[in-house]
T-cell receptor, first 110, second 114 residues
Framework: EDQVTQSPEALRLQEGESSSLNCSYT??????LFWYRQDPGKGPEFLFT???AGEEKEKERLKATLTKKESFLHITAPKPEDSATYLC???????????FGKGTHLIIQP | NAGVTQTPKFQVLKTGQSMTLQCAQD?????MYWYRQDPGMGLRLIYY???????DKGEVPNGYNVSRLNKREFSLRLESAAPSQTSVYFC?????????????FGEGSWLTVV
C-alpha cells in the first residue's frame, strides 16, 4: 500500500525566511511524485512532478527535489502570497489515481 | 483549475436523500477521478475512470456510484446520503503521457448531510 507522510503539519515563517517542507513516501513502482498548492476554498493547483531520484524542478520561489525515499519543497525568501497548504502525492500506476499526504499548512507573516 | 468544471459548488442534503455531483473536463483527457477531502484525512480516491465506459473503485467507494457518460463527463451519485458523507468533493482529470501523469482538479463541491 502506497503511503505518503508530510512534515511539518503546519509551519509559520516570517517573510523572507527560507525553509523546506518534507514528503516521505513508500510506493511500489513510483510513477511520479507530485506537489500541489491548495488555497482555502479552492481545488489543488498543480506545481511539479518529479520522476527520478536526483531530479529537481523550480518555479519562482519554489524548488522541488527528489530522493529514493523523500521529496523536499524548498521555499526561498517567501512572501505572504505563498501562504497555502502544500500537498504531496505519489503515483504508483497508470490510471488508478494518486495517494496524497495530509499536507503542510504554510503561513508567511509580513 | 481551468478545464475541470464541477456542479453544484454547495449543497445541503437531508439524510437519505440522493443527489448527483456533475463533472466535466474540456481537455480531452482519458482518465478522470473523484476524490473527497476531509480534515485530517487528506484527499482520498473514491472512484476513477481510465477511459470512457470504464470505472473502478478507489480507496473509499462505499455509498457512492459513478457514471462515465462520455469522455468529457464523470458524475458521482449518492443514492442515500449519510452524515459521514459530509465532505468536500473534487473531480480531477489526468493526462497520462510517456513522461508521466499530470492531474488537474476542479474547484470542489461542498456537501453537507444533515
Amino acid at each position: 500500500e502506497d503511503q505518503v507522510t508530510q512534515s511539518p503539519e503546519a509551519l509559520r515563517l516570517q517573510e523572507g525566511e527560507s525553509s523546506s517542507l518534507n514528503c516521505s513516501y513508500t510506493v511500489s513502482g513510483l510513477r511520479g511524485l507530485f506537489w500541489y498548492r491548495q488555497d482555502p476554498g479552492k481545488g489543488p493547483e498543480f506545481l511539479f512532478t518529479l520522476y527520478s531520484a536526483g531530479e529537481e524542478k523550480e518555479k519562482e520561489r519554489l524548488k522541488a527535489t527528489l530522493t529514493k525515499k523523500e521529496s523536499f519543497l524548498h521555499i526561498t525568501a517567501p512572501k505572504p502570497e505563498d501562504s497555502a497548504t502544500y500537498l504531496c502525492a505519489v503515483g504508483g500506476g497508470g490510471a488508478d489515481g494518486l495517494t496524497f499526504g495530509k499536507g503542510t499548512h504554510l503561513i508567511i507573516q509580513p | 483549475n481551468a478545464g475541470v468544471t464541477q456542479t453544484p459548488k454547495f449543497q445541503v442534503l437531508k439524510t437519505g436523500q440522493s443527489m448527483t455531483l456533475q463533472c466535466a473536463q474540456d481537455m480531452n483527457h482519458n482518465s478522470m477521478y473523484w476524490y473527497r477531502q476531509d480534515p485530517g484525512m487528506g484527499l482520498r480516491l473514491i472512484y476513477y475512470s481510465a477511459s470512457e465506459g470504464t470505472t473502478d473503485k478507489g480507496e473509499v467507494p462505499n455509498g457512492y456510484n459513478v457514471s462515465r457518460l462520455n469522455k468529457r463527463e464523470f458524475s458521482l451519485r449518492l443514492e442515500s446520503a449519510a452524515p459521514s458523507q459530509t465532505s468536500v468533493y473534487f473531480c480531477a482529470s489526468v493526462i497520462i503521457g510517456h513522461s508521466g501523469n499530470t492531474i488537474y482538479f476542479g474547484e470542489g463541491s461542498w456537501l453537507t448531510v444533515v
